[in-house]
DNA sequence: ATTATTATTGTAAAAAGCACAATTAATTTA
DNA sequence: TAAATTAATTGTGCTTTTTACAATAATAAT
């Protein structure tokens, strides 16, 4: 078969954003690098493309490979080609961001890695561009969960409303009225009430909802307003 | 120097979308492909990424080959990488939207490669998966529209309000009420009224506007409303 | 002068967003 | 067992935004 002759090729990574909620702050997952160069320092999950694979599953694989989880929110996020941005060889990293239920990950959890959760303010300095990589993430998500419920994703089956205003004050950094907020996302249709209670977190313990999937799928797309005032983010 | 051994190298490209505005619909810019395979059959512009550029570096290089155009508006879309998606060799294609004035574009056309543009609902059949790359630009630019302005890189420096009303009809495919959409657009702080008129369109005429380019650039990221009921999109 | 065509302007009703506080349910403590 | 504590739950009025809707003004063509 012919190729394209005269024509340079490079090498293709992705690299996986993991971002995981604890109940208090928004988190990523963090691995120690097993090779050279950066052997040791704290990097983002990833590894090169494969002859025989997409992109997406070469992003679904490395995600399996470090959590064990699969048909997790997977998301492409951006690609970072800046000639030396691997000071080894030229490799150009397609960004993924993942959104996992941080209790599912600590149930499969595979130490070949070294991995961590870490606050993602309180994160240490990532190797090569990847604190580009996470920052970007940082803002494609709260770009896209101040509009659609993606957020969602990074909770239980079963949650609290309660939980649900924490995930969002903790994404947005800001605090949002209770009366108002349960008014915004039940407005949604996205909810469906349980009859029972988590009575973890107060005394007098509050109602479990989970969502409605065939409202999510449907209205995922939809703009809705889940943060008052979204002038601008 | 050291290299990562073991890894397959493989072809990075970078395809653009370049979007026009003809005053009436919107379009994009095709060119007839110049070599094998497919050659002879329209096609987008695009190139292979070179061993020393960026990929925006490259993107940009490549619209200027086709256009002569230096400084339009340009944004990373989506990397496309299905194993099969050149027939010849596996190639992965960063794909890039374009917005330009078309009739800067007019001015400085160079015919080296049969350039035509082509009504977006009109297009030819394109190779490999491009079809899906200008879908997926067609579904950005609306809905980043929707809510940033955007469309007025489509526009030249001097445009009356019934223009842009047209623009955006075209883009989202309605009809906007005239009084509500011009207090919408004057609402955002983004116009400047200018003294003369444009007497091409209309008997009356209409005032030119042109943006307030602080405002523009300060407000660009915030979320503003440039069509009714933007439910989904 | 009349007609035709498109630009420009305003207002009232409806909907959405926002600020704001009292009550309820359950556990813990006195 | 009563009281205190803690967090969940619920409602209303005000403000702002969005929407629906029509008459008038400016100019060119007849």
Not at 60 to 82: A, C, D, H, S, W
Not at 120 to 132: H, S, V
Not at 137 to 166: G, S
């Given at each position: ?29 963090l ?41 997790v ?25 993942a959104?996992v ?93 349980l ?39």
């Amino acid at each position: 078969m012919l190729k394209y002759s005269k024509q340079t090729r490079l090498l293709l990574a992705v690299d996986c954003i993991i971002f995981g909620f604890d109940g208090e702050v928004l988190k990523i997952l963090l691995i120690k690098r097993g090779f050279q160069p950066e052997k040791g320092n704290w990097s983002l999950m990833g590894g090169f493309v494969q002859p025989d694979e997409s992109l997406d599953q070469s992003a679904n694989r490395i995600l399996k490979q470090l959590t064990g989880l699969e048909g997790v929110y997977l998301e492409q996020l951006y690609t970072f080609g800046q000639p030396q941005r691997d000071p080894i060889e030229r490799t150009v990293s397609v960004a993924y961001f993942a959104l996992v239920d941080i209790h599912k990950y600590e149930a499969q959890i595979s130490d070949d890695y070294h991995a961590e959760w870490f606050q993602l303010k309180r994160a240490p300095k990532l190797i090569f561009d990847q604190q580009e990589m996470v920052e970007q993430a940082r803002k494609r998500i709260r770009y896209k969960a101040a509009m659609h419920p993606i957020l969602f994703e990074l909770l239980p089956t079963k949650f609290t409303i309660p939980q649900l205003q924490t995930l969002y004050e903790s994404v947005f950094n800001t605090t949002i009225d209770k009366r108002n907020f349960s008014k915004r996302v039940l407005a949604t249709g996205l909810l469906i009430k349980l009859a029972d209670k988590d009575k973890a977190g107060s005394k007098r313990g509050a109602y479990y909802y989970q969502l409605n999937m065939q409202n999510y799928y449907a209205k995922f797309q939809a703009f809705m307003n889940f943060i008052p005032n979204p002038d601008s983010l």
